[in-house]
């Protein structure tokens, strides 16, 4: 009777431990604990989007980077609001189809540090119902000699279009 509490006790410990520890590091990964690692939240509608191109009434969307690193994202090179930055973005539709928008084909590469954020503008019409915009970004030690590794791992901050408060 003793040897089998004795051999559950020896198998689960190391794996009670490991889970533990596991969780414990995992958070202290993060800046605030209580928060995702990197995420998107809704600030404010703004009445006119960043660029030549999008004149219409948007949405400012600020992207959080709460882990301990610096994490790099795409940008487009469009002219924008001083406070915010022309941040890559895709839409995806409710079927899990892609939205296609015209931006400027050149892409470059941001810097996002530790602790800090940045905002950019999503023009109305590239919020449908029901879909979602994601930014795609990867930790500064995922890349080899400045370059992103092939197969590398995709990392996506989303934002849900019903998670916006209703339009003015």
């Known amino acids: 009777m003793r040897k089998p ?6 198998i689960l410990s190391p ?3 490991a889970f533990l520890a596991g969780g414990v590091v ?3 990964l993060r800046i605030d604990s209580k928060r995702p690692s990197v995420y998107l939240t809704f600030k404010d509608f703004v009445k006119q989007a960043a660029s030549e191109a999008h004149q219409t009434e948007g949405v400012r969307l600020v992207l959080h980077n709460n882990t301990r690193w610096p994490i790099l ?4 090179l469009e002219p924008v609001r001083w406070s915010d930055v022309p941040m890559g973005y895709v839409i995806e539709m409710e079927d ?3 939205a ?3 931006h400027v084909d050149v892409v470059t590469r941001g810097k996002l540090l530790p602790g800090k954020t940045i905002s ?3 023009p109305r019409e ?7 915009i994601y930014v795609e970004f990867e930790f500064s030690w995922e890349l080899s000699k400045g370059q992103r590794l092939p197969d590398r791992t995709v990392h996506r901050a989303y934002f849900f279009s019903s998670d916006l408060p209703r339009w003015p």
Not at 73 to 76: D, L, N, R, S
Not at 126 to 132: A, I, T
């Open 5 to 10: 509490a004795l051999l559950r006790h020896l």
């Open 126 to 132: 590239d919020f449908p119902k029901n879909s979602r």
């Open 73 to 76: 994202f795409g940008e487009w």
């Open 26 to 28: 995992s958070q202290s």
């Open 96 to 98: 899990g189809s892609f």
């Open 120 to 122: 950019f503008i999503v």
């Open 100 to 102: 296609v928008r015209r």
């Open 15 to 17: 794996l009670i431990c």
